[in-house]
């Protein structure tokens, strides 16, 4: 059977897009679907390749029961397009990013990871804000909004299912 897979993607790998992928992969696994969805993600910038989330990353998450300690950055690869049926960018410089690499033939879906948010209060909001220059209320911003979004997407990945 096709899994369906996401990868969620941002710009260092250790703080919006890992936040994604434990959020959502508990999420699935909440679910019980673990055996129908794959989730990863990964960066466009390679300074981190290889480092563990953002300790205020982890930090923040843990408040919510997130663990995210196992994981590491990588660089989004060229076959990254060929396992990938969802490629989620966290704002548009990740999405012009991938939008270079993107070969002619990808059938997924390509785009921003907000396009699914639902909950109201962030409808004016575009993109998931870098937190890594600001204060620890930006971590938790981005815990908010990749809940909502998440939530979304899974509810889209269920309908297909
Ligand atoms: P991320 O945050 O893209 O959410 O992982 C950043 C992490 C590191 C840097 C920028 C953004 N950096 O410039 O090193």
């Known amino acids: 059977m096709h899994k369906v897979s996401v990868l969620f993607v941002c710009l260092g790998n250790i703080c919006r897009s890992p936040t994604a992928h434990a959020v959502f992969q508990s999420m699935v696994d909440a679910e019980g679907l673990g055996g129908h969805i794959m989730v990863d993600s ?5 300074w981190h390749i290889g480092h563990a989330p953002d300790k205020r ?34 704002d548009h410089e990740n999405l012009s990013n991938l939008k270079a690499m993107i070969p002619p033939n990808y059938q997924g879906w390509l785009g921003l990871f907000l396009d699914y948010s639902c909950d109201p209060q962030y409808s004016d909001q575009q993109v998931v804000p870098d937190p890594y220059y600001g204060g620890e209320q930006g971590f938790t911003f981005v815990l908010d909004l990749v809940e909502d979004a998440s939530a979304g997407l899974l509810r889209q990945i269920k309908a297909n299912l």
Do not use: C, K, N
Request: hydrophobic residues 40%; aromatic residues 10%.
């Open 42 to 46: 990964a960066g466009t910038g390679d």
């Open 57 to 90: 990353t982890s930090a923040a998450a843990a408040e919510r029961g997130y663990q995210m300690h196992h994981l590491r950055a990588r660089l989004v690869e060229p076959q990254d397009f060929e396992q990938f049926d969802y490629i989620v960018a966290m």
